[in-house]
C-alpha cells in the first residue's frame, strides 16, 4: 500500500512542462482521484496549475469534500456551490451534507444548511421538520405536518417521527382525513385509500 501510495503522489508532483498534453493531465487527475479514494490527500492546494485547469478537477474538489465531511463547514459547501454553479456536482454534494448532518443529529445545522440550499423533495422536506422538531421549533415542524401527510402517495418513512409527534395533538382529524382519502381515490391509489378510510369518522 505505501508503494502504491508513493507512485501515485509521484505522479500528482512531477514538474509539468509548458507542454503538458491532455493525456498528462488525465494521468494527475486518476492519480489525485485515486489518493483522495484511499484518504492519502486530504488537501488540493499544492495541486500543479495544470491539474487545476483540468475540466475533470471539480470532481477531485467535491470528492474530497464527499470524503471529508466530519471536516466540513457550510461556508465551504456555499463556496463549492457558487463556484461550480455549473454543473450537477452542488446539488450533489448538498445532498450529500445535509445527510450527514441528519445522521448525525446536527438538528441546527441542517436547518441552516437546508436554508441555504433546500431540497424540494419528500425525503429532505420531511427531515427538515424532524430537526425543527427536535431543536427547539416543535410548534412550526408541526404545522408543516398537515402539508406533508395530506398527500396522494404514502409519505417517505422520514416523515414518521413527525407523524407521531403530530398524532399526539389529535391529528389528522376526521376531515383531513376525508381530504385525503379523495385525494388518494383520484389518483387510484386504492391501497392507500382503503387505509385512511380508517381515520374517518362515519356520522
Given at each position: 500500500?505505501?508503494?502504491?501510495?508513493?507512485?501515485?503522489?509521484?505522479?500528482?508532483?512531477?514538474?509539468?512542462?509548458?507542454?503538458t498534453t491532455l493525456d498528462?493531465?488525465?494521468?494527475?487527475?486518476?492519480?489525485?482521484?485515486?489518493?483522495?479514494k484511499h484518504g492519502k490527500l486530504t488537501s488540493l492546494q499544492k495541486?500543479?496549475?495544470s491539474l487545476k485547469e483540468?475540466?475533470?478537477?471539480?470532481?477531485?474538489?467535491?470528492?474530497?469534500?464527499?470524503?471529508?465531511?466530519?471536516?466540513?463547514?457550510?461556508?465551504?459547501?456555499?463556496s463549492f456551490a457558487k463556484r461550480y454553479a455549473d454543473?450537477?456536482?452542488?446539488?450533489?454534494?448538498?445532498?450529500?451534507?445535509?445527510?450527514?448532518?441528519?445522521?448525525?443529529?446536527?438538528?441546527?445545522?441542517?436547518?441552516?444548511?437546508?436554508?441555504?440550499?433546500?431540497v424540494k423533495n419528500d425525503l429532505y422536506s420531511c427531515r427538515l421538520q424532524v430537526a425543527r422538531l427536535n431543536s427547539g421549533a416543535k410548534k412550526q415542524a408541526l404545522k408543516?405536518?398537515?402539508?406533508?401527510?395530506?398527500?396522494?402517495?404514502?409519505?417517505?418513512?422520514?416523515?414518521?417521527?413527525?407523524?407521531?409527534?403530530?398524532?399526539?395533538?389529535?391529528?389528522p382529524n376526521s376531515a383531513l382525513a376525508l381530504k385525503r382519502f379523495w385525494l388518494a381515490a383520484e389518483k387510484g391509489n386504492t391501497r392507500l385509500a382503503r387505509f385512511i378510510e380508517r381515520s374517518i369518522k362515519h356520522k
Open positions: 500500500m505505501r508503494r502504491f501510495a508513493l507512485c501515485l503522489a509521484l505522479a500528482i508532483t512531477a514538474p509539468f512542462s509548458q507542454a498528462q493531465q488525465r494521468v494527475q487527475f486518476k492519480a489525485s482521484y485515486e489518493l483522495i495541486a500543479p496549475d483540468y475540466a475533470l478537477y471539480p470532481y477531485l474538489e467535491f470528492e474530497l469534500n464527499k470524503k471529508n465531511l466530519s471536516h466540513t463547514k457550510q461556508a465551504q459547501i456555499d454543473t450537477p456536482l452542488p446539488w450533489q454534494l448538498n445532498r450529500a451534507w445535509l445527510s450527514y448532518l441528519y445522521k448525525n443529529k446536527r438538528w441546527k445545522d441542517y436547518r441552516a444548511a437546508y436554508k441555504q440550499h433546500p408543516a405536518a398537515e402539508s406533508l401527510w395530506l398527500v396522494p402517495h404514502s409519505q417517505h418513512d422520514a416523515c414518521d417521527p413527525l407523524f407521531d409527534a403530530w398524532k399526539k395533538t389529535g391529528q
